[in-house]
């Protein structure tokens, strides 16, 4: 059975891909901040499919806390999987900030730093001697890279910093066969910086090919079809899976 680790994944993205993935056969170890109930819930979920799945509390902007993590996904690994190795890590933690450039405090500009790039980059350090040779990451980005958003600047400079370092952990992950992919959802209808309103709704639909936002099990079902082998060959790429998003 491989195993997937998925940060953020109490509710919204990374919910929907616990639950893809564990539907794909596999085990799921998934994080969050402050919801233990929502992440309990996810747990529960996948196991009353017949699935088989464990919640870690993990704080993505607290670079400092990733080596106990990593203890404790030891643990979890021995005492569930009876494994030492896990197979795929999906950094998707993350949170929306809507702030023109001229009002982002310094405050606000560390913390979307340290949640979008700063973490993801030392939490797969920290984490990669457990991944297993033939293992990937998937570092969830966003469509904001591409297409310029008034309101997101440091958000989607950040996605795009992270967008860059996935082709660098291809490159340098290559030796041990460890792929490294980035999938950049357009709109989609989840809690992420309070939500939609109906009026921004409309909007990013009537700029989006096919009419409408997306749904979040129309991301996780990707990243879960791309950590299977059937994607073996996908490798250093960046994913944009938003229905024809201002094409």
């Given at each position: 059975?491989?195993?997937?680790?998925?940060?953020?994944?109490?509710?919204?993205?990374?919910?929907?891909?616990?639950?893809?993935?564990?539907?794909?056969?596999?085990?799921?170890?998934?994080?969050?901040?402050?919801?233990?109930?929502?992440?309990?819930?996810?747990?529960?979920?996948?196991?009353?499919?017949?699935?088989?799945?464990?919640?870690?509390?993990?704080?993505?902007?607290?670079?400092?806390?990733?080596?106990?993590?990593?203890?404790?996904?030891?643990?979890?690994?021995?005492?569930?999987?009876?494994?030492?190795?896990?197979?795929?890590?999906?950094?998707?933690?993350?949170?929306?900030?809507?702030?023109?450039?001229?009002?982002?405090?310094?405050?606000?500009?560390?913390?979307?730093?340290?949640?979008?790039?700063?973490?993801?980059f030392f939490l797969t350090q920290t984490l990669l001697p457990l991944i297993a040779d033939g293992g990937q990451v998937v570092n969830m980005t966003s469509a904001t890279t591409r297409v310029a958003t008034a309101g997101v600047a440091p958000y989607a400079s950040f996605k795009g910093g992270l967008e860059v370092l996935t082709r660098y952990m291809a490159k340098e992950f290559g030796d041990r066969r460890i792929r490294a992919n980035s999938i950049?959802?357009?709109?989609?209808?989840?809690?992420?910086?309070?939500?939609?309103?109906?009026?921004?709704?409309?909007?990013?639909?009537?700029?989006?090919?096919?009419?409408?936002?997306?749904?979040?099990?129309?991301?996780?079902?990707?990243?879960?079809?791309?950590?299977?082998?059937?994607?073996?060959?996908?490798?250093?790429?960046?994913?944009?899976?938003?229905?024809?998003?201002?094409?």
């Open positions: 059975m491989s195993i997937v680790i998925i940060t953020g994944a109490s509710r919204g993205l990374g919910a929907a891909t616990a639950v893809a993935c564990a539907a794909r056969g596999m085990g799921v170890i998934l994080t969050y901040n402050n919801n233990p109930e929502a992440a309990a819930g996810v747990v529960t979920r996948i196991t009353e499919a017949g699935g088989r799945a464990v919640a870690l509390q993990l704080d993505v902007a607290d670079a400092s806390s990733f080596p106990a993590f990593g203890l404790s996904v030891q643990t979890a690994l021995q005492e569930t999987w009876n494994r030492t190795s896990f197979d795929y890590l999906v950094n998707n933690a993350g949170y929306g900030l809507y702030h023109p450039i001229d009002t982002v405090t310094e405050e606000e500009f560390d913390g979307l730093f340290n949640v979008h790039l700063k973490g993801p950049a959802p357009g709109a989609i209808r989840t809690e992420l910086g309070g939500g939609l309103t109906s009026n921004f709704e409309a909007q990013l639909a009537a700029q989006t090919a096919l009419g409408r936002v997306g749904e979040p099990d129309e991301i996780g079902s990707v990243i879960a079809g791309l950590l299977s082998d059937d994607s073996r060959w996908i490798n250093a790429q960046s994913i944009e899976v938003a229905g024809g998003y201002n094409i």
